[in-house]
């Protein structure tokens, strides 16, 4: 059984979500920033594009296979603040190292330095949204979870674009750095966060036992609705990352080439306001995982349109309307992870649904690359079938026969007063297992 958890927020300091969305926005444009900056300055500086390809891979491939350890370890730390805000500003003192030493020291070095940041990765991710239900009372968390799904659309944009532009006119290295020193005043700000020390058998001095690597992903197989919006998601996102090859494609199709870019920056610009929208009406949020489904949906029509089209303003248009979609998607992914998720497992939750989400994006990616000789159209609608039949899977697994662990926890009543999240008036604590599946992993 687990210990009891005091995650109650303290009083007195900053306002806990302002502080936290500037930190996330800082850590996530630098995560997305550090590819592009990465790939121009070993370019600039060694003349070697395919070293910069190998640091993007280093810092990415541990996004998703340090994804359990981040979890597990962030699950058992007694003092989360410290351990968030010091792996967040330690991936950005990585990113100013190096940004210091591409092509000036050997590439073993900076290959095994990329690697190191990419590990403490998922925090910046899933990690960082994980603690949410803690800073929060239960009623206030599906307009939190929105603003954070805006920190992930904003630094998608703006990242690679601070990046680029800084590469540019100033050279790849200080915009990577620029990039780290951003990372870095996240971290420090996260350890303004009022987020109290666990007590009890969940704090372990950071050192998870071998069955805890496995807790998270054994949730993500026994409860339904997270199984459900996880597989579903993912299977989604075999779409969304052939999305940059399908725009390509479509660019040369309609002999217009800032379609390249701007095709993706309409489906990002779409992402951003159906985030917003959603945040100012959440429609559907006491079954998160049921507006999941209807998003992936939502976002197969669009882009299902696209091949007749006819004009390169008509698509942009279609892509901007796809994106819109993805916005309340991905608000309310975030928001069935923590309704489901016990707290013993909840950070694992969160890093290996995103790490999940990553690795079948690229998956997508690589696919719509070797079948590019296709043409702009099939793949497109090769896209859009994966949100229908990502939908589908979804349904299939939600559909299936529940048990008690499924069930949504209790909303509370509009007048009634707010605990914080994990612990709702008159219910049982989240930290305490409802039922027989998620004994063994406290």
Known sequence: MTGATDCAPRTGGPPALPVYLTAAALARTADEGARVALVMLAAQRADSPALGGALV???MVPHVAA????????????????FHGGGVALYGIALAAL???VGRTGDLVVLVLAAAAGCVAPLLTG?????LGELLPKDRLTRAFSADAVSYNLAGICGPAAAAALGTATGAGLALAVLGAGATAGGL???????RPRSGTRARGGRPRPADLLSGAAVLVRDRPLRSVTWASSVGQL???ALPVVSVLLARRYDAPWATGGLMTAFAMGALAGSLGYAYRPVGAERPERVVLWGLLGTAVPLAAVPWSGHVLVATVLFAAAGFCTGPLFSALLASRER????AARTQVFTLGAGLKSTFAAAGAAAAGALSGLGAAPLVLGTAACQVAAAAVGRLLLTSRRTRGDRPAPVPARNAPSGPAGAPPDTVPSDTPSDSSEKGHS
């Not at 990690?127 to 603690?131: D, F, N």
């Open 99 to 101: 940004a210091a030493l």
């Open 57 to 59: 891979a280093a810092l």
């Open 189 to 195: 700000l996260l350890f303004s966060l009022r987020l």
């Open 127 to 131: 990690g960082l949204t994980s603690l």
């Open 340 to 343: 489901y998720a016990p707290a």
């Open 239 to 241: 779409g969304v990352g």
């Open 67 to 82: 994804a359990p350890v981040a979890g597990a370890l962030a699950d058992s730390v007694r003092r989360r603040r410290l």
